[in-house]
């Protein structure tokens, strides 16, 4: 499985925007990046995915690297309901594909 | 309906014990999933059925026993259990088409091994 590395934690502040970067330099063309979240006490729950454009939706936005090496989760104005840990996973091509998670990002929004 | 619903929430066993976890899910979705999450750690695949068909077993131990009665069921079955067996269970689902399938979780089941 291709792997991602992402930071084990990060900060920001309520209503500012927030990057959350993934490095996955092994990519394979056919993976698609996915992430997901999840809250306290929750399953993960599906946030955006990509293949190489950027994509936007009504919960995030995605920045691919033109190389694809890299990507960035980028909730333009985050709230307190955001604090969660975010994992970055590729694959997904075949439909019926397990997602591997890794450690993801832990992420605290100070009020 | 647009979830995936595990029952029960909690579950406390002992090592002599069997029951069973239920996932259930009305989306049509045609590929499900058993993953194990441990405190702090992120989940771990255990078994993936496709069209109700197994079709990957992460060398999960033998006392874990998984069943696709139909399209829409998920059952783990669980026997002899470890007290290290305890953790969160979670059940997906995706519609198991060709493409970047979103993959819908459920809340989970916390199991305790006593």
């Known amino acids: 499985d291709a792997k991602t590395t992402q930071p084990n934690s990060m900060e920001s502040n309520e209503e500012e925007p927030v990057h959350l970067p993934c490095n996955h330099s092994?990519?394979?063309?056919?993976?698609?990046i996915h992430w997901y979240r999840q809250l306290p006490s929750q399953g993960p729950e599906y946030v955006i995915h990509?293949?190489?454009s950027n994509v936007n939706n009504r919960m995030a936005s995605l920045a691919i690297a033109e190389d694809r090496k890299s990507s960035t989760l980028i909730l333009h104005r985050a709230t307190l309901r955001d604090a969660a840990v975010y994992y970055c996973i590729l694959g997904g091509f075949f439909g019926n594909e397990k997602l591997t998670f890794g450690t993801g990002t832990r992420l605290t929004i100070i009020p | 309906d647009t979830e995936v619903t595990q029952t029960p929430k909690h579950l406390v066993m002992g090592m002599t014990n069997k029951k069973s976890l239920k996932c259930e899910q009305h989306m049509g979705h045609r590929a499900m999933y058993w993953y194990k999450q441990k405190a702090k750690k992120p989940p771990e695949l255990m078994f993936v059925y496709s069209y109700e068909k197994l079709s990957i077993n992460e060398s999960v131990p033998s006392r874990f026993s998984p069943e696709c009665p139909n399209s829409s069921l998920l059952n783990l079955h669980l026997h002899a259990l470890q007290p290290e067996d305890s953790a969160l269970y979670l059940c997906?689902?995706?519609?198991?088409?060709?493409?970047?399938?979103?993959?819908?979780f459920g809340s989970g089941t916390r199991l305790t091994v006593v």
């Open positions: 990509g293949l190489t």
């Open positions: 997906a689902s995706s519609q198991g088409l060709r493409g970047p399938n979103g993959y819908t």
């Open positions: 092994t990519i394979s063309g056919t993976d698609y």
